[in-house]
């Protein structure tokens, strides 16, 4: 197997929750003769209904989709132009006109990820995808580790540690200290 495939397959990865849409029947209608005018424009549509995420977001390149397809990005560019225009999804851009990115939206009236009772709710969240034909360099240096524990597991201070940190008091902004009233007084 090549190793774009590969990409392209890992792209794909299940969430463990969340791997279910819904559509409209009316939509099923209605993509039938998209695929009958465009069917470039609805194998996209579809590549963007099964990654987006609660919201119907995804934020994906031109690179990305178009490999995510099997097509040039010419065609993905004609295509979503085609989804676009007759209101299958809708694009906001991100950033500025030059070196921005694009998110695309799917129209919640044809396809959600969430409870039906959430569309109402304004909330912008986005699934991102990246391919190495957008990036040089995907992070194959390692990446500084943090310490952590296991459930269950106790720390062990180790060292001198660092001192706390210093600040001056301020005489209108004295600290409120505790005090412990003696037992005559309570």
């Known amino acids: 197997m ?8 890992n792209l794909h990865q299940q969430n463990p929750r969340g791997t279910w849409v819904q559509t409209e029947r009316s939509a099923h209608e209605a ?7 465009a069917p470039r424009a609805a194998q996209l549509l579809h590549v963007l209904i099964a990654n987006m995420d609660k919201s119907n977001a995804l934020i994906a390149s031109h690179a990305t989709l178009a490999k995510l397809s099997g097509v040039s990005t010419t065609t993905t560019k004609r295509a979503l132009k ?5 209101a299958w ?9 030059r ?26 969240n986005a699934r991102v995808l990246v391919s190495s034909a957008d990036q040089s360099d995907l992070g194959t240096g ?14 062990l201070p180790h060292g001198d540690g660092l001192p706390p940190p210093k600040q001056e008091l301020h005489d209108e902004l004295l600290p409120q200290l505790p005090a412990i009233p003696h037992s005559d007084e309570a």
């Open 99 to 124: 070196g921005g990115a694009l998110a695309y939206i799917v129209n919640s009236r044809i396809a959600w990820a969430d409870k039906r009772e959430n569309i109402q709710y304004a909330r912008f």
């Open 31 to 37: 993509l039938a003769i998209l695929i009958a005018e």
């Open 2 to 9: 090549k190793d774009e495939d590969k990409e392209v397959r």
């Open 142 to 155: 390692e990446l500084r580790g943090i310490p952590s524990a296991d459930p269950g597991d106790i720390q």
């Open 82 to 86: 085609v989804l676009s225009s007759q």
């Open 89 to 97: 999804i809708q694009t906001i851009q991100l950033g500025g006109d």
